[in-house]
């Protein structure tokens, strides 16, 4: 049996937590990661994981890097390399943070919430297999190296297509997706899900109606979380329209499917299951009371702009994306400028959305 080498950037509360299940040294699988802020912490006694899913351990990950350039110096291959930072397209070039990793052969994962993420990668590494993987998970990192998993899991997986590429880069993804979707199964993540190119896009839209309603009117509303915003009825109806406005827009957008798909939730069963969440912020409110930069462009922007090259509006949706926006420059959190994804690569892949 061969070793399989997992290489996670971003280890964080969503990296650390899959890292720490994907690590397998039984089995040959050894996941090492990058840090950043938490590398000394992590370096020195790896992570703490106080988990709803699978209790208190620890995690001593094969290798702690400072940089995707330290983590080469070995010579190791890496098989996958998994992105789960916050996704800042305008802030970071993160395809040319991993790109001393990703060598011939090496699949890259991207764990990351928003619309549009992959496209980037995409450009920068043609020849490489991309998978794009849309988690529901609540999980934090209260202190560095501890990582503290509130609620349930459900990772989707699936391979990111685009019309140019060649029916062996295809096959070679798809089976990528089923070796990692076996290791999260080994691990014990059970609800890792495969989906096809299209279906995976689906699930993206769906968790977009969710968190470019709630995260954006979080901090617009002065720091409500998703249960108080759903018990004021003004809010109430201000986020269900934004929710219909997405489902309609993925509605356009995927034609050939009732959205949501049946197995993903209506806007009452969100409604519902957000009323009973009392306890935790959306993650753009937090960043916001943090003074970080936050995901604004692949939650507002880019589903915004895929939108409109499909000849949709979205003017709930933008008016909150150009109102925080601002509000985020003025305050020296975001960058004046709009995210990369271009116009090109984007609508090559939204022709097969
Ligand atoms: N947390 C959740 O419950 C949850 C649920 C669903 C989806 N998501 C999504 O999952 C993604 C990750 O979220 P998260 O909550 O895990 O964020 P997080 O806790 O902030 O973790 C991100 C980690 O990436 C690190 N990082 C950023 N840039 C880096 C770089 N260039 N090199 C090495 N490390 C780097 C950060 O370091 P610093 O500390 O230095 O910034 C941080 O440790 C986001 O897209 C989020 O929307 C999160």
Known sequence: MSTTNILIVGAGAVGAFYASRLHQPQAKVLVSVVCRSNFAAVAASGFRMRTRAFGDYEFHP????????????????????????????????????????????????LIQNGLGIEEPFRARFP??????????????????????????????????????????????????TRRLISIFHAGGIADAEHWDSDELQRVRWHKIAINATFNPSAVLSGGCGNAEMLSDPLLKAHCVACMEEVFAAAQRIFPDAPFPPPHLASIDAIVASSLRNTASK????????????????????????????????????????????SMAIRRGLQKPREAKPSAKSSSTNESSL
């Not at 692949?298 to 509006?313: M, S, T, Y």
Request: proline share 7%; hydrophobic share 40%; net charge negative.
């Open 127 to 176: 020849e490489n297999a991309i998978l794009s993987a849309v988690t529901v998970i609540s999980a934090a990192q209260t202190e560095p190296g501890v990582i503290v998993q509130h609620r349930w899991t459900r990772i989707s997986i699936g391979a990111y297509k685009t019309p140019t590429d060649t029916p062996s880069s295809i096959t070679a993804a798809e089976e990528a």
């Open 62 to 109: 094969h290798g702690v890097y400072k940089s995707c350039e330290a983590a080469v110096q070995e010579g190791t291959h890496y098989d996958y390399v998994v992105v789960a930072t916050k996704a800042l397209p305008d802030i970071d070039d993160e395809p040319a943070t991993i790109a001393p990793v990703v060598g011939r052969g090496t699949v890259v994962v």
């Open 282 to 325: 959306p993650s753009m409110l937090l960043d916001w009371e943090a003074g970080r930069p936050m995901e604004l462009e692949v939650i507002l922007g880019n589903p915004i702009r895929i939108a409109k090259r499909h000849g949709i509006d979205m003017p709930r949706l933008a008016t909150m994306y150009a109102t925080l926006r």
